[in-house]
């Protein structure tokens, strides 16, 4: 950690020691609570971030994001081709897409339930809200870890846009663009739009190149407001990406467990020395191809006494995804998933004001419909028959619906000018239904290749499952106003998430078997204890916030691989951390965000020593400094940012193979902004020191499986220009 040590102590002084001249912090209003409110007002632990903040940051994916909130990790199973998040030490690393994750991910209040259907550009955009901890009192899903809530830039009446064009490293181009305004008094409409293409990054020494660019965006608003207590949002959205991806670093791992990188596979006769971790030989190049539509009716009715609220939303996602997972010339061993999704939402809600009191309550239905597979195409070694070479692989499709119905309420008591009371719950009930096949095909060319491959030579297991669960979140918090800038907070959260059903890619027996023990797994709850505070110093130039958690799991769902399957079941953990947070402008022009979180978690599997939750690390420290200038009648800003993660693990093992030791990724940019602020460009570098750092392994060590171990790297180094022009200014 010693450039995040060289980096923080001189700001750390600097702020202490410099007068304060001018404020550049904006206050960021959010709704974590179901109505506006400063984000400093808010007793919940919020990272929040408004889509100005956002552009001037240079933020323009979610993974930016993240990486400035303490605390907050992002988790990608499958590389850039899937994303999730971790808050806390709460995660999940399955990339089965029947899963959910722990984390909630919310667009415009909208739930998306699909793992591979939340890596979507961020565009357009009017803020981000980050909420730590459980929230399943107030949004749509119940999750344990908490939430991250993207919400767009709405159509108004008046007219404005903007253009982006950015040329960066491997002849990026990207464009985003928006164009907004009213059509006619009661009607307005906003159109946004993104693409970005590149070519690939990762060097194939035998064929095609990997991890290229091409994705394409669009969202089109529209908003009736026939008068002034009644308006009714529609919202289509779409997103395509097809790129060619996969795992790319082979490392050769005889022992069980263990790197063994001077060795030569002897299960897969090859060994990868060239030390190039974004270089490879791939005989089968893998891909993603996505395709994700949404469509939302938000309806807001205002009442004498209360606001009525309605979201309904029909959302899918169709993906097709396969990987060269041995990452090598052998043609031994090629990973599949595909998804098709069909989700359909309902919120109904009620707020309210009294002199004293805020008040929510509501219904919340989702009907989830998923049409899966995983399998592999294999060579004949790997033969689930066991006496014959013709079985080319596996196709194990798998139908699963999932009906969840809930309601909910919160409170908000002034008890006085300085204490506030909140109160909440809900009440949940989740019905599920899983079908499931392990089937022995070949893949021949010119018929269905996957889910649902014809050329069943057998099917080696199946299972068929249900399960009702019945759930309760609860919280209970108390705010105390120390004065108009110091407020501290206590809560206590009890977090759900549902009960679900694992779908492995090999046949499980032995020493594993299809029965309800090991295809499904019961409801986590987590009990959260709390204690924060939020401070506004030298009139609000100076943020300091603060938080102290304990977690106590009931039931925990775990995710191991045993074999090279993906089992989720449930065990005991607790955990416990504290994050600090600093925003500061010491001197005019000068911003400073500093956050640094710790976290021990400890997971109890009922056999073997405890262990730890999979992307956790004990600590997460983070970095910006901004100044801003005035030349040629415009704004120069020169910003630096770095984040740093200590040791975690991708899988509960702990093993070697599975082990990230720690990195600390920096990044740079300038930007000039024109003094009417018509138009600005900035130049940025990203990983600046080009750092290799993992984002994800898989242990298939020993003998007894492929004798090597998948491992997945973050971006090499990425530069680039970005010109924007904003209309209607």
């Given at each position: 950690?010693?450039?995040?040590?060289?980096?923080?102590?001189?700001?750390?002084?600097?702020?202490?020691t410099?007068?304060?001249?001018?404020?550049?912090?904006?206050?960021?209003?959010?709704?974590?609570?179901?109505?506006?409110?400063?984000?400093?007002?808010?007793?919940?632990?919020?990272?929040a971030?408004?889509?100005?903040?956002?552009?001037?940051?240079?933020?323009?994916?979610?993974?930016?994001?993240?990486?400035?909130?303490?605390?907050?990790?992002?988790?990608?199973?499958?590389?850039?081709?899937?994303?999730?998040?971790?808050?806390?030490?709460?995660?999940?690393?399955?990339?089965?897409?029947?899963?959910?994750?722990?984390?909630?991910?919310?667009?415009?209040?909208?739930?998306?339930?699909?793992?591979?259907?939340?890596g979507?550009?961020?565009?357009?955009?009017?803020?981000?809200?980050?909420?730590?901890?459980?929230?399943?009192?107030?949004?749509?899903?119940?999750?344990?870890?908490?939430?991250?809530?993207y919400?767009?830039?709405?159509?108004?009446?008046?007219?404005?846009?903007?253009?982006?064009?950015?040329?960066?490293?491997?002849?990026?181009?990207?464009?985003?663009?928006?164009?907004?305004?009213?059509?006619?008094?009661?009607?307005?409409?906003?159109?946004?739009?993104?693409?970005?293409?590149?070519?690939?990054?990762?060097?194939?020494?035998?064929?095609?190149?990997?991890?290229?660019?091409?994705?394409?965006?669009?969202?089109?608003?529209?908003?009736?407001?026939?008068?002034?207590?009644?308006?009714?949002?529609?919202?289509?959205?779409?997103?395509?990406?097809?790129?060619?991806?996969?795992?790319?670093?082979?490392?050769?791992?005889?022992?069980?467990?263990?790197?063994?990188?001077?060795?030569?596979?002897?299960?897969?006769g090859?060994?990868?020395?060239?030390?190039?971790?974004?270089?490879?030989?791939?005989?089968?190049?893998?891909?993603?191809?996505?395709?994700?539509?949404?469509?939302?009716?938000?309806?807001?009715?205002?009442?004498?006494?209360?606001?009525?609220?309605?979201?309904?939303?029909?959302?899918?996602?169709?993906?097709?995804y396969?990987?060269?997972?041995?990452?090598?010339?052998a043609?031994?061993?090629?990973?599949?998933?595909?998804?098709?999704?069909?989700?359909?939402?309902?919120?109904?809600?009620?707020?309210?004001?009294t002199?004293?009191?805020?008040?929510?309550?509501?219904?919340?239905?989702?009907d989830?419909?998923?049409?899966?597979?995983?399998?592999?195409?294999?060579?004949?070694?790997?033969?689930?028959?066991?006496?014959?070479?013709?079985?080319?692989?596996?196709?194990?499709?798998?139908?699963?619906?999932?009906?969840?119905?809930?309601?909910?309420?919160?409170?908000?008591?002034?008890?006085?000018?300085?204490?506030?009371?909140?109160?909440?719950?809900?009440?949940?009930?989740?019905?599920?239904?899983?079908?499931?096949?392990?089937?022995a095909?070949?893949?021949?060319?010119?018929?269905?290749?996957?889910?649902?491959n014809?050329?069943?030579?057998a099917?080696?297991?199946?299972?068929?499952?249900?399960r009702?669960?019945?759930?309760?979140?609860?919280?209970?918090?108390?705010?105390?106003?120390?004065?108009?800038?110091?407020?501290?907070?206590?809560?206590?959260?009890?977090?759900?998430?549902?009960?679900?059903?694992?779908?492995p890619?090999?046949?499980?027996?032995?020493?594993?078997?299809?029965?309800?023990?090991?295809?499904?797994?019961?409801?986590?709850?987590?009990?959260?204890?709390?204690?924060?505070f939020?401070?506004?110093?030298?009139?609000?130039?100076?943020?300091?916030?603060?938080?102290?958690?304990?977690?106590?799991?009931?039931?925990?769902?775990?995710?191991?691989?045993?074999?090279?399957?993906?089992?989720?079941?449930?065990?005991?953990?607790?955990?416990?951390?504290?994050?600090?947070?600093?925003?500061?402008?010491?001197?005019?022009?000068?911003?400073?965000?500093?956050?640094?979180?710790?976290?021990?978690?400890d997971?109890?599997?009922?056999?073997?020593?405890?262990?730890?939750?999979?992307?956790?690390?004990?600590?997460?420290?983070?970095?910006?400094?901004?100044?801003?200038?005035?030349?040629?009648?415009?704004?120069?800003?020169?910003?630096?940012?770095?984040?740093?993660?200590?040791?975690?693990?991708?899988?509960?093992?702990?093993?070697?193979?599975?082990?990230?030791?720690?990195?600390?990724?920096?990044?740079?940019?300038?930007?000039?902004?024109?003094?009417?602020?018509?138009?600005?460009?900035?130049?940025?570098?990203?990983?600046?020191?080009?750092?290799?750092?993992?984002?994800?392994?898989?242990?298939?060590?020993?003998?007894?499986?492929?004798?090597?171990?998948?491992?997945?790297?973050?971006?090499?180094?990425?530069?680039?220009?970005?010109?924007?022009?904003?209309?209607?200014?």
């Amino acid at each position: 950690m010693k450039t995040i040590r060289q980096l923080v102590l001189p700001l750390l002084v600097l702020v202490v020691t410099l007068p304060v001249q001018s404020a550049v912090i904006e206050e960021v209003v959010v709704t974590a609570q179901k109505r506006e409110q400063n984000a400093q007002d808010v007793g919940i632990a919020i990272n929040a971030l408004t889509g100005e903040q956002m552009e001037q940051l240079g933020y323009t994916n979610a993974q930016q994001v993240t990486a400035m909130a303490p605390g907050v990790q992002t988790v990608q199973p499958n590389g850039e081709a899937n994303y999730a998040i971790a808050i806390r030490g709460v995660a999940n690393s399955d990339f089965t897409t029947n899963v959910e994750s722990p984390v909630a991910v919310y667009l415009d209040e909208v739930y998306i339930s699909q793992m591979s259907g939340t890596g979507f550009m961020l565009f357009d955009m009017e803020r981000v809200e980050i909420l730590k901890g459980p929230q399943g009192t107030l949004y749509g899903r119940n999750a344990t870890g908490g939430l991250a809530h993207y919400v767009t830039k709405k159509p108004s009446e008046e007219f404005d846009g903007y253009a982006r064009v950015t040329a960066g490293s491997e002849d990026q181009i990207k464009f985003e663009g928006a164009i907004g305004g009213a059509l006619s008094d009661t009607l307005m409409a906003r159109l946004s739009v993104s693409t970005n293409d590149h070519d690939p990054y990762v060097k194939n020494r035998i064929g095609k190149d990997l991890n290229d660019g091409n994705e394409q965006a669009a969202r089109l608003q529209l908003l009736w407001a026939p008068t002034d207590n009644f308006d009714l949002l529609l919202n289509a959205r779409m997103m395509d990406q097809d790129i060619d991806t996969g795992f790319f670093e082979h490392v050769t791992s005889v022992v069980e467990g263990q790197l063994t990188p001077s060795l030569v596979n002897p299960v897969l006769g090859y060994i990868d020395t060239d030390g190039d971790v974004w270089a490879g030989d791939y005989d089968a190049p893998g891909f993603n191809d996505l395709e994700t539509r949404g469509y939302t009716a938000t309806i807001n009715w205002d009442f004498e006494n209360f606001t009525l609220t309605s979201i309904t939303d029909f959302s899918t996602v169709e993906r097709d995804y396969i990987e060269d997972s041995d990452a090598s010339p052998a043609p031994v061993f090629n990973f599949f998933l595909t998804t098709d999704a069909e989700q359909f939402s309902q919120e109904v809600r009620l707020t309210g004001d009294t002199d004293n009191m805020h008040w929510v309550a509501g219904f919340y239905y989702l009907d989830l419909e998923i049409d899966d597979s995983n399998g592999a195409e294999t060579e004949p070694f790997i033969d689930p028959l066991g006496d014959t070479p013709a079985v080319s692989g596996l196709d194990n499709p798998y139908e699963m619906t999932t009906e969840s119905y809930s309601v909910f309420g919160q409170v908000e008591i002034d008890l006085n000018d300085a204490w506030t009371l909140i109160a909440g719950a809900r009440w949940i009930r989740d019905e599920k239904d899983h079908e499931y096949f392990v089937n022995a095909v070949d893949f021949i060319p010119g018929t269905k290749l996957r889910n649902g491959n014809p050329n069943i030579l057998a099917q080696l297991a199946s299972y068929s499952g249900d399960r009702d669960d019945d759930e309760i979140a609860v919280r209970l918090g108390l705010n105390w106003d120390i004065n108009d800038d110091t407020m501290v907070y206590f809560s206590y959260n009890r977090g759900v998430k549902s009960g679900g059903f694992n779908a492995p890619v090999f046949p499980l027996s032995p020493p594993l078997d299809y029965t309800d023990d090991v295809m499904s797994f019961d409801p986590e709850q987590l009990d959260a204890y709390e204690v924060g505070f939020k401070s506004r110093l030298n009139d609000g130039l100076l943020q300091i916030n603060g938080a102290y958690y304990y977690y106590d799991y009931q039931d925990y769902q775990a995710f191991q691989i045993v074999g090279i399957d993906t089992i989720t079941t449930n065990a005991d953990a607790d955990s416990s951390g504290g994050e600090l947070e600093l925003l500061a402008s010491p001197v005019e022009g000068l911003d400073i965000m500093l956050g640094v979180a710790y976290n021990d978690i400890d997971v109890d599997l009922g056999f073997g020593p405890e262990t730890t939750s999979v992307q956790s690390p004990e600590w997460n420290v983070n970095a910006l400094i901004r100044y801003e200038f005035k030349l040629w009648g415009g704004m120069v800003a020169l910003q630096y940012d770095v984040h740093h993660r200590s040791e975690h693990y991708f899988s509960l093992t702990r093993a070697e193979t599975v082990t990230e030791d720690g990195y600390e990724v920096q990044n740079a940019s300038i930007m000039y902004t024109s003094g009417d602020e018509k138009w600005s460009v900035q130049a940025w570098m990203q990983n600046l020191t080009e750092e290799e750092y993992l984002v994800q392994t898989f242990d298939l060590s020993g003998p007894s499986v492929f004798g090597m171990t998948e491992q997945y790297y973050g971006r090499p180094r990425w530069s680039g220009v970005t010109f924007t022009y904003n209309l209607g200014q």
